[in-house]
């Protein structure tokens, strides 16, 4: 995303305003499940959600690089040019 400088603050605390506002909700609901639920209940179901998710971006990514092989390729950037500092790039 380009955000000009002067307006950076305001968007990092935006997003992050947001992401521990969803975090809140998150907890929230975890604890009424946990009620209704066993605790060992939650944690399962949390971890058939995360492997669900990981299989659609698996998938959905998979399918992507195989129209555009050239994302799959990794990029090469110039660390030399990063003013006088000694390449450091991996």
Do not use: E
Not at 12 to 41: K, P, T
Not at 69 to 75: C, D, E, K, M, Q
């Amino acid at each position: 995303m380009d955000v000009l400088d002067a307006d950076l603050g305001r968007a990092v605390g935006g997003y992050y305003a947001i992401y521990n506002a969803v975090q809140g909700l998150g907890m929230a609901a975890a604890g009424l499940l946990d009620d209704a639920l066993s605790g060992v209940r939650v944690l399962h179901v949390r971890a058939v959600a995360l492997l669900a998710v990981g299989a659609v971006a698996y998938l959905g990514l998979r399918s992507v690089l195989q129209r555009n092989p050239a994302l799959g390729r990794r990029s090469t950037m110039d660390c030399g040019s990063i003013q006088g500092r000694q390449p450091s790039c991996v």
